[in-house]
């Protein structure tokens, strides 16, 4: 049986690459060769690293290259939270992986509000996961020819679009010329994936039938007009993954009982933070802290860590009304699904079992509704909690009281 020590040596004497390991062992004796490695290298201590409970032969082949071991995050609960939505209709706990003290404590404040009042209602109003490949042209003319051929041949790019996939659903081809670039934003409907892959694919393929039937040349298969983990206002505008919104309206007892404040004090803190403050800083997010939630159920749940970017793209509303508070988020573009990528991990399969969306739904595409349901209700009972902490002015205090 080849030995962890005997690979490093390897390594070191450059007999071997790093990326190499696999094919000498097992994955799991070549992640212990890494880590023998970089004690070696660098002087730190990785016995915590070497602590994983998941399959390191799955997730080599799966999630990570070079694997080396695992991170660990704390993992807390919020709630429960009563969501009534179009795909969730149920009383959830909210699994949040992070390592901000004092989140979880003001997500839970707000889930306890927001049942106390009945619970928050929740829909997905948009879905389509997107890709959008650069082309040149000669110039604006032919550009325009291609965008109008794009558009005619919208049956042709479907067809070659989904032969590539048993699931997805092409639904809209855009395009866009800017001198002689064509863009083309491709969106699909990837039922219970979050679909980065597969509309990747899919893509790959339209654009051979557009390469062979028009003038336009292929530069990029992604132009950055998706827009895939960077700040953009088509996201904010068009919507990626799923657009989803959660309100509530909080009687005006539960408020000052649960938030030691007032429904015009939380508004007032709503609109000269998240909406005038936003505004002056050209944000493309109208929110308190609403990528804390999404960050944390992401990571507990599998989700790609790097898409809170745009899941982060939310607004937050809240009116003082008579009989209470109204409050809603809106998150444009929330990328999240509950079959493939790190949802097949052991501890996030877990998380996923606590929400009771784990794998495809049915009707396809319902769990991942439900997910994204889910958390905009939590980010929901975030904003609450943290509005009325600054409203009340006890944000600095409740830090310093849990220690953070």
């Not at 695992?70 to 709630?79: N, S, V």
């Not at 292929?218 to 953009?232: E, Q």
């Not at 790190?342 to 079992?353: C, I, W, Y």
Request: proline residues 3%; negative net charge; glycine residues 10%.
């Amino acid at each position: 049986m080849t030995d962890a020590s005997d690979l490093a040596d390897r390594v070191q004497s450059g007999d071997l690459r790093l990326y190499e390991l696999e094919d000498e062992a097992d994955a799991e004796t070549a992640a212990a060769a890494r880590r023998e490695l970089l004690e070696r290298e660098t002087g730190a201590d990785t016995d915590a690293l070497g602590s994983f409970s998941f399959d390191a032969e799955h997730a080599s082949e799966t999630a990570v290259e070079n694997l080396a071991g695992g991170a660990q995050l704390p993992l807390g609960i919020a709630g429960p939270v009563a969501v009534s939505g179009g795909a969730a209709d149920d009383e959830f706990y909210l699994p949040m992986a992070t390592t901000e003290g004092a989140l979880v404590a003001s997500v839970n404040r707000g889930c306890s509000a927001i049942t106390a009042a009945g619970g928050a209602n929740a829909r997905v109003t948009k879905t389509g996961m997107t890709r959008a490949p650069v082309f040149r042209v000669a110039d604006v003319t032919e550009g325009a020819e291609v965008a109008e051929w794009a558009k005619e041949n919208y049956d042709a790019l479907k067809t070659a679009a989904e032969e590539t996939t048993s699931h997805g659903e092409l639904t809209d081809v855009t395009p866009y010329v800017v001198g002689d670039n064509v863009y083309l934003r491709f969106r699909y409907d990837t039922k219970d994936a979050m679909g980065m892959n597969m509309a990747t694919i899919a893509t790959e393929a339209a654009c051979e039938v557009i390469e062979a039937e028009t003038p336009a040349e292929l530069v990029a298969l992604s132009g950055n007009l998706c827009t895939d983990k960077k700040p953009a206002a088509i996201n904010a505008v068009e919507g990626r993954g799923r657009t989803v919104t959660a309100d509530v309206t909080i009687p005006r007892d539960v408020v000052e009982e649960r938030f030691n404040t007032t429904p015009e004090a939380v508004e007032e803190a709503n609109t000269r933070k998240n909406l005038i403050g936003s505004a002056k800083a050209g944000s493309l997010g109208f929110n308190a802290h609403a990528a804390n939630v999404v960050a944390a159920v992401f990571l507990a749940t599998g989700q790609d860590a790097a898409q809170v970017v745009e899941g982060s793209n939310c607004i937050t509303t809240v009116e003082a009304r008579e009989d209470g508070l109204y409050a809603s988020v809106n998150l444009a573009s929330l990328e999240v699904g509950t079959v493939g990528g790190g949802t097949k991990l052991p501890t996030q399969r877990e998380a996923l079992d606590v929400l009771g969306v784990r794998g495809g739904g049915d009707p396809a595409g319902s769990n991942a509704d439900a997910l994204a349901e889910i958390i905009a209700a939590g980010a929901l009972a975030g904003e609450l909690s943290l509005l009325a902490a600054l409203a009340s002015r006890h944000l600095s205090s409740a830090h310093e009281e849990l220690g953070r």
